[in-house]
Nanobody, 128 residues
């Protein structure tokens, strides 16, 4: 059974940094685009960042461009999200997701419906 397990969330002051990690198991990791989404209280889940199978192509939501960096290590079956210059509006539950795609260079999807598997989420709280 495919598992995606997020870690690294917590409480941080505005302007601070956090690094989230997603550990994947029971899947051929390099066959999947990896994405991060978030869901704030009272809001819909939204796209944050995604990375292609090879790691060459990345997509970011406008709200996080220049502050967040997505990466992956196909030898360790992990995806990470480095979050810098955090703002109170970044407060949310962050979810890791995996999208099975056939092409190595496929552009990472940004829609929730693109993704096949989801983690349980990790809370990120940014205080002002």
């Amino acid at each position: 059974q495919v598992q995606l397990v997020e870690s690294g969330g917590g409480l941080v002051q505005a302007g601070g940094s956090l690094s989230l990690s997603c550990a994947a198991s029971e899947l051929t990791f390099s066959n999947y685009v990896m994405g991060w989404f978030r869901e704030a209280p009272g809001k819909e889940r939204e796209f944050v960042a995604a990375i292609s199978r090879s790691g060459v192509s990345r997509n970011y939501a406008d709200a996080v461009k220049g502050r967040f960096t997505i990466a992956r290590d196909n030898t360790k079956n992990t995806a990470t999200l480095q979050m810098n210059s955090l703002k109170p509006e970044d407060t949310a539950v962050y979810y890791c997701a995996a999208d099975r795609v056939w092409y190595l260079s496929a552009v990472p999807g940004t829609r929730i419906s693109d993704y096949d598997y989801w983690g349980q989420g990790t809370q990120v709280t940014v205080s002002s």
